[in-house]
């Protein structure tokens, strides 16, 4: 057995979606020794016994590399689109009349169908409707609980099961659809590492999926709707992550105000503890082209300045022409900047200060230790992740490496910045604990012999809720 891909040489973690492109067992393995960390599996596409395939593909990868594997599971969401055309698509033009209704048959040049009803009931006159990403651009002239009489703004064609977005009004439309409640069930008894819940508008829609999944697997909350930035305080209080989904929010908000929505996300995000992904278009080019741009480059960069937890691949190396190249640049864009002068001071622009906690109190005091000692190493023992998640919103500048007994735990954090996750057997006694540190950071590179090491435990071991402990001992 391969002793473990130890260690990456980088905090920030890369997210790769899994698609067309990378989702056989040997394409999986090839992205994972490219740099992927975790991988999204997008429920829109595919069947649940394909599907079970990808998720066991992945879980192969733990006997060989002995290295925990950490999967996303993406639900759909209530996704808006349009009906079907007699030709397939029409030529939208500048200052036509265009109308939507809730006849089924097919549309043409003047009208087609718009299967949500709720749409009908949520849309006046003045609201636009953004089609197609937000290609084409048509505002309400004139509505009723059965036609949306439109004027084109932005033309262009349109297509059979176009999406389309609302942004001026918030529609009453649950978080969960029929689907996505069979693909999170789905999910769970697949032993789901990470839950993402898409097109969130309010905090009831966390709390529904929440009550759902009982505990059984951490909620990711997709931030893609204006609606969910407007209400994102306590949307962050009720989920366990959240994502940057730049592109649907894109969509619905200025471009201009994306940039400065992302970087309010990242740092309330980190100030609460709560994991952050950035996503969409991060690599975009790259779908192509076997490099990026240099502004995509930067892009990436940025976020990694910013702190976020995650960065993430879509296209790119889900359906895009060159998945490896791209899952190997985003490493490779992450561990030259991690290893940049001036990293952590600018990581550390966002002020985390500790909460008024015994955990992080001992959480900021372990990251203020492992620096002024020059640690190679902080070691954190944990049950729940919970210490280790506070370990790691103080960003140190030493790697966590998080020892836990519990496998489900152990391929949670792997979503965590810097909390390299490493199962272990349950100890019993503080020096087992020290050994056992150790033992660990020697064995997968982190430390020689002779060198200093921040531990970070709780007396009783094997209780949650118990850290009190910080030492400073030799590998």
Request: some cysteine; proline content about 7%.
């Amino acid at each position: 057995m391969t002793e473990g891909l130890f260690p990456r040489g980088r905090k920030v973690r890369v997210v790769s979606t899994l698609g067309p492109a990378s989702s056989t067992a040997e394409q999986i393995r090839d992205r994972f020794l490219a740099g992927a960390d975790v991988f999204r599996i997008n429920m829109s596409h595919g069947t649940h016994d394909e599907k079970k395939v990808i998720v066991d593909n992945i879980r192969a990868l733990e006997k060989e590399f002995n290295r925990p594997t950490t999967i996303l599971f993406d639900l759909q969401g209530p996704k808006l689109r349009v009906g079907d055309f007699k030709e397939g698509k029409v030529q939208l033009k500048e200052g036509q009349t265009f109308t939507f209704d809730q006849d089924p048959t097919l549309g043409d040049e003047t009208r087609v169908n718009l299967p949500h009803p709720e749409i009908f009931k949520a849309l006046d006159k003045g609201h636009r409707l953004l089609l197609d990403d937000g290609k084409i651009v048509v505002r309400c002239v004139e509505s009723s609980p059965t036609k949306i009489v439109t004027r084109v703004e932005v033309p262009g064609p349109l297509s059979d099961h176009k999406g389309f977005n609302v942004p001026d009004v918030v529609i009453p439309l649950a978080a969960l659809t029929p689907k996505d409640r069979k693909d999170l069930d789905f999910a769970l008894k697949e032993k789901a590492d990470w839950v993402a819940l898409s097109f969130v508008q309010r905090v009831e829609d966390v709390i529904e999926a929440k009550e759902l999944i009982k505990g059984r697997a951490p909620l990711l909350v997709k931030l893609e709707k204006p609606a969910a930035i407007e209400n994102l305080e306590s949307i962050l209080a009720a989920t366990d992550a959240v994502m940057v989904a730049r592109g649907d929010l894109g969509v619905e908000c200025l471009p201009e105000s994306v940039p400065p929505t992302q970087k309010r996300i990242v740092e309330r995000s980190r100030q609460l503890g709560k994991p952050v992904v950035v996503a969409t278009a991060m690599l975009e080019s790259m779908i192509k082209a076997p490099a990026p741009t240099r502004a995509e480059v930067s892009d990436v960069a940025n976020a990694i300045y910013e702190g976020a937890d995650g960065i993430m691949l879509s296209a790119e190396s889900a359906a895009g022409d060159w998945p490896h190249e791209a899952v190997n640049m985003m490493h490779r864009i992450a561990s030259y900047v991690e290893n940049a002068p001036g990293y952590i001071e600018r990581v550390r622009f966002t002020p985390t200060p500790a909460e008024p906690t015994t955990v992080d109190a001992l959480a900021e005091n372990a990251s203020k230790t492992a620096e002024t000692v020059g640690a190679k190493a902080i070691i954190v023992f944990t049950e729940t992740g919970k210490t280790a998640q506070r370990v790691s919103r103080a960003r140190p500048v030493a790697p966590i490496l998080s020892l836990t007994p519990d496998a489900e735990v152990a391929r949670r954090l792997g979503l965590v910045w810097g909390a390299q996750p490493v199962q272990v057997s349950t100890v019993k006694t503080l020096d087992e604990a020290k050994k056992l540190a150790a033992e660990t950071a020697k064995k997968y590179g982190f430390a020689k012999a002779g060198d200093k090491l921040v531990v970070v435990a709780g007396e009783p071991f094997g209780k949650a809720g118990t850290t009190n402990i910080v030492d400073v001992i030799e590998a």
